[in-house]
Each structure stands twice: as structure tokens, then as C-alpha cells.
């Protein structure tokens, strides 16, 4: 309706223009038609509606004088100059109204469906989960596979990987070690990080891993795989725009040199986009069983390998109902030892329909085509696909501090999941939670004495660092003090800033020449900081018996204390701050607490290693290893402000229950308060260039070299040009005028306010000699001489 009304309204107009000139008469127009008042205005006499551009005006108006010819030519250019501009709206405002192309369209011209198997996702390269959309995808082309089957996104292309025959295979598990996941063995192997735990937190690692330890078995695998394509992303495909619209946040932050702030913005990013960007993905279906069996039966027949990977086909295929040449009974004695040995049995149906007991193979593979999924993905960190190519909006040093900043936050997830420790289950110090062996598993145990922790607080600034501090600060109970005991040294663990900010309502009295005074309230945010230091005391050398303190364990908000699961200590332990967030266990009753007690073996973090562990050839400030002594084994107690706190207990304990989840970022803590900066020029200082951002569209740019000097004059000061100058002198006289002006006032106002006073003074009759020694004594006066008299 819109579209019809603006094209079909000017068709007059259009008529009027192409007449001959002699009929465009004065009569016609008049000058009010480029008068805008508003409707509620009533209109002069003589004005014109846009009706009188196609009706003649009334008589009255032939007797004006006519418009000259030029006149009327530039009436006709400007009439035609607006008609045009309603045409051209009118076709903007039709391309609006259609929708654009996208999947629906596209499903209701092809009438095909589209394949839902895509890369260029987000993926959680520890957990093995699909994340956020980081590369965009768009159907404006419709695009199809080769077969036509499916519509896919136009920044995509498929490869046909259809088979004919299903790739049926068995396998031996020894150890979770070894251990691949089904549907993203490839990104698993990527080797651009620290490859040894990808995967280590998925579900199906936490399975196996747990049965293989707990039941002491080894894991059998038979598995039937059907490729229909391989979806590869498009290498010129752009970033989605929810991530990208993240990324400039981040880079904004690090232009203005906020780097806590970047950081902990590229934590987030990691929380919620993962590890690794999908590049590629095979997209079919599969059918899994894993059993459990006994290591025993294993060692029994070693030389039977292949026969129990045929066994465990033969256990597989009567579930599917499945019937091969060659294939094993299941009534055999062999296969009825392999059943007996099995500790647990797990089927899984990867895309096609849902298994039941009873399916088919043929009824399973003929429900494929509709139900594909990924049973293999490939992919690269997510750090290689920030690029000045895929962010031309930003300076390329500033995509360079990205990357870098997204990297670290990445790799500071993998340090943050990495459980150091003994990997071999049959060693004595073997570490259940350890997915990363570090040589632990020989060695005996030494038993040392813990002679406590304090920690002192000093404050930087602002008004609340007192009340801060004493929130911080902890005293060592063996001494008393900020100290440790004569038989123990003092070993700083950290050292960080903590800041609290405040706001409250500030108000004061605010006057303009000592005259007009009001009343002035703001919000005052009050931003306080201090440092704290935290310690803890180690044994020098052999100290006395008894002489310590036991260790009960510890625990934060965030993690619960392993001898008592709960966030507490045993009974008869006492709490000690550590950190801000830590609270350490510890009791000096030997006789009925030893019972709660493990042996300790130190603290260590990322900025302090550990005495007890070792010398090492390091610096003066930082003298120890940063690992555990033999035969203990390292657990986490804290992150803090993204540095890892360890602590080390006797190895084989603090194993039990089940494997820990993965620990998510964010781990840097947000600054209280952000500086105001606003960075306008970007150097690369390697002579590539230098990029200036436009005052009004914000945008960053290729700054020339007259922009460089002006910007850097802008910033750091310059001489005040002629004009300047003058406009600065008359603001200067104008303010020196006016404040002239109010004083001769005020002074005017003063004296005749004192007339004023003398006239009525003069005017005044006189009064008696008590009257008038009233008046001059004042009130109080004449107060208490009424009480003498009563």
C-alpha cells in the first residue's frame, strides 16, 4: 500500500511538468508551497495545499502579478526534484517490506531439506561439546550438495563420501590412556595445544576411565560407521557477528591498555565459544558398543587378541540381529567366557533412528538419510581465525594483541585442567584424578611438619583499605604474629591486589562569588586497595616432635574439602585464611585429631615454588621446584586471580569418588573500576603503519601522515593558533565584563539599601531612655532585665 501511494500520487505532477510552458501560468502556484508551518497553524491567505499544484487557485490570484520564466523553470525543477525523491523512497521502502532470502525460502522453492551437519561452530576441545556460532552462515544462494539432496549455507561446500558397504571394525582398549572419542577423534589429536587431556573431560572419557580403574577391566569397542559427506567451511567465510561484535569489545578494552579487563573478557569468550572452531565434519551415522571386561580374562589369553575382538563382534551382532559368513557362534565356549567377564555393556546410536532392542541392521542404515549427524569433526584453535582478513574494522597490531590475549586465555584453560600426577594404576601412588603422569609413581614417602601460614595486608589507597585489610590479614596461632615458629622459615606463596569499590552520596554547599549559594549532591565512588602476602612455614631442617601442626585439609567457596566433603573442616580442626577465598585445616591435638589427618608435603603456586620439593637452578627470588616430593602427589587448592595454588598430600589419597569436573573460566577477576581512556591513534612501531579511528562513525582507518601529527598534537598539546587565541581572549573579556557588571550592582543595591535605612532612621520619633537602651542592648538584654524586675 505504501509503494502504490508514493508512486501513484506525483502521476499529476508528472502530467503538469511535461505541459507547455504558456499554461504554467502565475495562477497556478503560489510561494507559500515551501512554507512547512505545521497543521495546527492556520493557514494565510493565499497559501497553497499540495491539491493547488493540479487545481487552479482562486480568482484572487490572477490579479498578482506573474511569475517571471526563470521563476517558473525553477519552480518546475524543484517540483520535479521532490517527485523523484518520493519515487526513490518509495522503492526503498518496497525492497524493505520484501523479506530477504534465507532457509525457508529456499526449502519452499527447492522443496528439499536442508542438512543440519555444519562446521564452523564453536567447540570445547576438553569437553567435547558444540559451542557458539563463530563463523556466519547465510542461504542467499541456495545452495545445494552435488546430489541435491540437501540445501546447504553458501559459505560451505560437501564432498560425497557416500559407501556402499558399512565399515564394521573391533578394537582392543588397554588402558583410558589410549582412550578416542567416537564422533571427534580428529580435533582430539590437534596438536596446536596441549593435546595430552583434550577430550579428557567428556562424558564417554569419564565412563571408561571410571570402569577401567574401578572395575580393574579393559574396554572392548565394535563399531559400524556409515560416511555420507564431508561439510568443509569455506576458507573467505566472515565471523559471525554476535562473536565478532565480542572481539571489538575486546579490543577496545586493550586499546585503552584495560588488559584485566581483556582478559577476563577472553575467558568469557572461551566459556562461551570454546577451545577450537570447526573447519570441517563428516556427516553420516554410526553404531557403537563398548564392553568392560576383566583385565584377568585378558592376561589369561593373550594370545587370543583376535579372538576376543571376534567375540566381542559376535556379542555385537546378536544385539542388531546382524548374521555374517565366518562369524563366531554365540553358543561357543569362548564367547560364553567373554559374556561372563563382561562388568558393563553400553550401545549407542550416532544419528540414524533410535536403538532399540531388536533393530535391524538394514532398518537402522535405511533411516540414515534422514537422521545425519557428525561422527567426526576437524577443527583449529580459535585464536587462527583472528586475522586482520576477518577484522579489517581494526588496526593490525590490535588484531595481533587479540590473538595473543585469546590464546593465553585459552591455554590458561588447559594449565587450569591439568591434574599432574601418577597415570599407572597399578603403582602404589597412583593419582585417580591425574590425566597428565609427572613421574610420581616411584619414590616413598617423607614425612614432614607444617608449621602453619599468616598473611600480612599492607593498604595502596583509598578510604576503606583499613576495614579491606582486616578482612585479609590472618596471624599464625603457633607464634601469634605475622611469624613463624624458630624451627620453621617462612615461605611467600603470593603476593596480589585486591580492590573494593564504594559509592555514596557526597553533598556540599556550592556558591557563585560568595553570593548564590545552592546545595550540590553526587554519587562519589570510592575505590580502595591494598596488597596482601601470603605465607606459609616449613620445617628447616629436623624440628622437634609434636612441634607442628596436623593437616586436616582445606577448602575454598568453590571446592569442598576431601576428608569431609563438605566445605568444612574435620572435628577439633581450626580454619586459617589464606588467599581470600582459601581456609587451611590444621590441629595441634595429637592424640585425638591424628585420626583426620593426611601427611602434607607443601604448598606451590605459579609465582613460589615448593622448598620441600627440591632446589633448583633458578633465580634468587624464586629458589625451588615448583612440584611435590616423592611420593606426594599435587591437588588443587585455589585460583586465584588466574595464578593456580597447589598443595601436596600423600600420594593415593584424595583419589576416591568420582573424576572432577572440568573447571570453567572465567579465572582473571574483573577490575572494580575501568580508567576513562579513549585511545584514538594505533602504531604498529614495526613501520607497517598506523591507524586512526574516526570521530563520528568510530571506525578504524589508515591514518595519513597530516592525521598523525594532528592527532598527536591533539593529544599532547600544542600552541594555540590566531583564532584560538582571539575566541579564548573574548570568552575572557566577556567573563571579565559580567562579573564587573554584578559588583557595581551589588554595590548599588548596598547603598540604597543604606538610604533606605537612614530615611526611616530620620523618620523614627524618639522614645524614652529605657526604650532606646533596649533597642541597643538587643533581646537577650531585655530579657533578663524583665526577670531582675519581677
Known amino acids: 500500500m505504501i509503494s502504490r501511494h508514493l508512486f501513484s500520487a506525483p502521476r499529476p505532477v508528472f502530467s503538469a511538468l511535461l505541459s507547455p510552458l504558456p499554461r504554467f501560468t502565475s495562477s ?79 526449502k519452499k522453492n527447492l522443496k528439499v531439506p536442508s542438512l543440519e551437519v555444519l562446521p564452523g561452530g564453536g567447540w570445547d576441545n ?69 593435546s595430552a587431556i583434550n577430550g579428557k573431560f567428556s562424558q564417554a572419557f569419564h565412563q571408561t576411565k571410571t570402569h577401567q580403574v574401578q572395575d580393574r577391566a579393559f574396554t572392548t569397542r565394535v563399531q559400524v560407521r556409515n560416511l555420507v559427506y564431508t561439510v568443509k567451511i569455506d576458507p573467505g567465510a566472515v565471523l559471525d557477528k554476535s562473536f565478532k561484535k565480542q572481539l571489538m569489545v575486546i579490543a577496545s578494552h586493550l586499546e585503552n591498555n584495560q588488559t584485566r579487563m581483556a582478559d577476563f573478557l577472553s575467558e568469557v569468550l572461551v566459556l562461551n565459544y570454546g577451545t577450537h572452531t570447526i573447519t570441517s565434519v563428516d556427516a553420516g551415522a554410526s553404531l557403537v558398543q563398548e564392553d568392560q571386561i576383566k583385565t584377568t580374562f585378558l592376561k589369561d589369553s593373550w594370545g587370543m587378541r583376535n579372538t576376543i575382538t571376534a567375540s566381542a563382534g559376535v556379542a555385537f551382532h546378536s544385539i542388531i540381529n546382524m548374521k555374517t559368513e565366518g562369524s563366531l557362534d554365540t553358543s561357543s ?84 585442567n591439568t591434574y599432574p600426577g601418577c597415570t599407572d594404576a597399578t603403582s602404589p601412588n597412583f593419582n585417580f584424578h591425574a590425566n597428565a603422569d609427572d613421574g610420581s609413581c616411584e619414590g616413598t614417602m617423607t614425612n614432614f611438619t607444617f608449621g602453619g601460614v599468616f598473611q600480612k595486608c599492607v593498604g595502596l589507597s583509598g578510604p576503606d583499605a583499613g576495614a579491606l585489610c582486616h578482612t585479609l590479614e590472618q596471624k599464625n596461632p603457633l607464634t601469634g604474629d605475622f611469624s613463624c615458629p624458630s624451627a620453621y622459615i617462612p615461605v611467600l606463596l603470593g603476593a596480589q591486589e585486591r580492590e573494593e569499590g564504594h559509592s555514596h552520596l557526597e553533598c556540599h554547599k556550592k556558591c557563585t562569588l560568595g553570593i548564590f549559594c545552592h546545595r550540590v549532591c553526587q554519587d562519589v565512588f570510592w575505590l580502595s586497595r591494598v596488597q596482601f602476602s601470603a605465607y606459609w612455614c616449613a620445617a628447616r631442617g ?16 568453590h571446592s569442598a574439602n576431601p576428608l569431609t566433603g563438605a566445605q568444612s573442616c574435620p572435628s577439633g580442626y581450626l580454619q586459617l585464611k589464606l588467599f581470600d577465598d582459601l581456609r587451611v585445616c590444621v590441629s595441634q591435638d595429637y592424640e585425638s585429631s591424628i585420626q583426620y589427618s593426611v601427611p602434607f608435603g607443601g604448598f606451590f603456586s605459579c609465582q613460589a615454588g615448593n622448598p620441600l620439593g627440591g632446589q633448583h637452578r633458578g633465580t634468587p627470588e624464586d629458589p625451588y621446584v615448583k612440584r611435590c616430593p616423592s611420593g606426594f602427589s599435587q591437588h588443587l587448592a585455589l585460583i586465584s586471580d588466574s595464578c593456580q595454588v597447589n598443595y601436596c598430600v600423600q600420594a593415593g589419597i584424595f583419589t576416591g569418588g568420582s573424576l572432577p569436573p572440568a573447571r570453567l573460566p572465567p579465572f582473571t577477576r574483573p577490575p572494580a573500576s575501568l580508567p576513562a581512556t579513549d585511545t584514538v591513534l594505533v602504531s604498529s612501531g614495526d613501520g607497517e603503519g598506523a591507524w586512526v579511528r574516526d570521530g563520528q562513525s568510530r571506525l578504524w582507518r589508515p591514518a595519513q601522515p597530516a592525521e598523525i601529527q594532528h592527532t598527536a ?27 564587573l557588571a554584578m559588583v557595581s550592582y551589588g554595590r548599588w543595591r548596598y547603598r540604597m539599601r543604606g538610604y533606605r535605612e537612614m530615611k526611616e532612621r530620620d523618620s523614627t520619633p524618639v522614645g524614652s531612655p529605657e526604650d532606646s537602651t533596649v533597642v541597643s542592648m538587643g533581646e537577650g538584654y531585655q530579657q533578663e532585665a524583665e526577670g531582675l524586675t519581677a
Open 333 to 416: 565356549s569362548f564367547t560364553k567366557q567373554y559374556v561372563e567377564n563382561r562388568t558393563n555393556s553400553r550401545v549407542e546410536s550416532v544419528g540414524g533412528i533410535p536403538f532399540y532392542p531388536g533393530i535391524t541392521l538394514k532398518t537402522w542404515q535405511e533411516g540414515i538419510s534422514n537422521q545425519l549427524v557428525a561422527i567426526d569433526r576437524s577443527g583449529l584453535p580459535l585464536y587462527f581465525f583472528i586475522s586482520p582478513s576477518t577484522l579489517p574494522e581494526l588496526p593490525t597490531p590490535t588484531v595481533k594483541k587479540l590473538a595473543k590475549r585469546l590464546e593465553a586465555a585459552i591455554r590458561r584453560y588447559y594449565t587450569f
Open 542 to 557: 629436623t624440628v622437634p616432635p609434636d612441634s607442628g601442626y596436623l593437616f586436616g585439609g582445606l577448602f575454598s567457596s
Open 713 to 739: 598534537e591533539m593529544v599532547m598539546g600544542r600552541r594555540l593558533t590566531g583564532g584560538e587565541v582571539a575566541g579564548v581572549t573574548a570568552a575572557v573579556v566577556v567573563g571579565l565584563a559580567t562579573l
Open 126 to 194: 576438553l569437553r567435547n561439546l558444540d559451542m557458539g556460532r563463530v563463523i556466519n552462515l547465510g542461504y542467499s544462494l541456495c545452495k545445494t550438495t552435488e546430489d541435491g539432496s540437501y540445501i546447504i549455507p553458501d559459505e560451505v561446500f560437501t564432498i560425497p563420501r557416500k559407501h556402499s558397504n558399512l565399515d564394521i571394525n573391533s578394537e582392543i582398549i588397554e588402558s583410558w590412556k589410549n582412550y578416542q572419542s567416537v564422533t571427534s577423534s580428529s580435533i582430539n589429536l590437534e596438536l596446536s595445544l596441549f
Open 28 to 106: 497556478h502556484f503560489s510561494f507559500p508551497l515551501v512554507n512547512s508551518a505545521s497543521p495546527q497553524e492556520e493557514e494565510p491567505p493565499g497559501s497553497c495545499t499540495p491539491d493547488c499544484l493540479i487545481s487552479p487557485a482562486p480568482s484572487s490570484a490572477a490579479r498578482r502579478p506573474p511569475l517571471s520564466s526563470a521563476m517558473v523553470w525553477v519552480l518546475r525543477v524543484a517540483v520535479l526534484t521532490w517527485t523523484l525523491a518520493a519515487v526513490s523512497r518509495g522503492a526503498e521502502l518496497s525492497q524493505e517490506l520484501l523479506p530477504s532470502s534465507g532457509i525457508q525460502d529456499c
